[in-house]
């Protein structure tokens, strides 16, 4: 009967455990969300004051894992009144018809040590693209640090239409960067 225990004890020891994912929730007040354009190739940083990250992740088992980032795109705030006044205009944001921007991700990966890459689908002046969101993630505890950037083909989603959408004044690209403080869910 020892015997019989013993080999079943041991046999239990070689089923790989199931990691349950764990759910993450933004600390609002500890993030930023940070955007740079460049105007006659000097920097034009902003900011979007209002956004919310949620993220499900377990690092074993990228199949359980999810991001999913809203963006209240009223809150671009470039430190400027005319230049906030403009970019929730059709040519820009058009906040009245979009005033949300959002990001999904259901392939959220370990790329090598504590880098990821997220890869969804940006849904953002009613226009939907796939982009790949690289970051870095620390964890202490309950709480975590998701950090990176990632540049934006502002054309895709006719960001700066009419006399806008050449790239000689205002660049084709905008950085976004976001430093994004999350706690684990209870």
């Not at 900011?47 to 209240?72: C, E, H, Q, S, Y």
């Not at 970019?87 to 880098?115: L, M, T, Y």
Request: glycine residues 6%.
């Amino acid at each position: 009967m020892k015997s019989l225990v013993r080999l079943a004890c041991a046999s239990l020891a070689l089923v790989p455990s199931v990691v349950p994912a764990t759910d993450w929730t933004m600390d609002a007040a500890a993030s930023r969300l940070e955007f740079v354009a460049t105007f006659e190739k000097s920097a034009a940083p902003g900011a979007f004051k209002d956004f919310d990250a949620r993220l499900r992740l377990n690092p074993d088992r990228a199949g359980d894992n999810r991001l999913d980032v809203t963006i209240d795109v009223t809150t671009a705030d470039m430190k400027s009144g005319d230049i906030n006044k403009a970019i929730r205009g059709p040519e820009w944001f058009d906040v009245a018809r979009f005033p949300k921007a959002e990001f999904h991700a259901s392939d959220v990966r370990r790329e090598e040590g504590d880098r990821y890459v997220a890869r969804g689908t940006l849904n953002l002046k009613g226009l939907q693209q796939p982009v790949e969101v690289p970051f870095t993630w620390t964890e202490a505890a309950d709480t975590a640090t998701m950090k990176g950037e990632v540049a934006v083909k502002r054309s895709l989603f006719s960001i700066g239409t009419g006399e806008w959408a050449t790239t000689n004044v205002i660049g084709a690209d905008v950085v976004v960067r976001f430093n994004v403080r999350l706690r684990k869910d209870r």
